[in-house]
């Protein structure tokens, strides 16, 4: 993702998420990334929301994180996928996103 660029819904081509292990993915966030972005590409797992916060603050790429992890970790920016997560996703959560689309100028 380059520039101010939101991912494409329904196609996600050149956007990296960051998302939860193997093990997890029937969880209802995953599900609903995956919808929205099929074709992004899987820049990194872990089932650590924290882990995932950092990695996005670092530029990894997108994550579905809560609000505590979110709120408490530099350089994340909240932003519409313009579709609320499915049943099932903390309404706490949130997609966010770290890269030079903001001008945080950290990434």
């Not at 929205?36 to 994550?63: D, F, I, K, M």
């Amino acid at each position: 993702m380059a520039g101010s660029d939101k991912p494409s819904l329904g196609d996600g081509t050149g956007s990296r998420v960051i998302t939860m292990d193997i093990a997890f993915l029937e969880m209802p966030d995953v599900v609903w990334l995956k919808r929205l972005l099929p074709n992004a590409t899987v820049a990194h797992r872990s089932n650590n929301r924290e882990v995932q916060a950092q990695l996005c603050s670092h530029g990894a790429g997108l994550a579905v994180l809560p609000r505590p992890s979110s709120d408490v970790t530099p350089n994340i920016v909240a932003f519409d996928l313009d579709e609320p997560p499915q049943d099932g996703t903390p309404s706490s959560a949130i997609t966010a996103i770290c890269g030079d689309w903001h001008g945080c100028g950290n990434c």
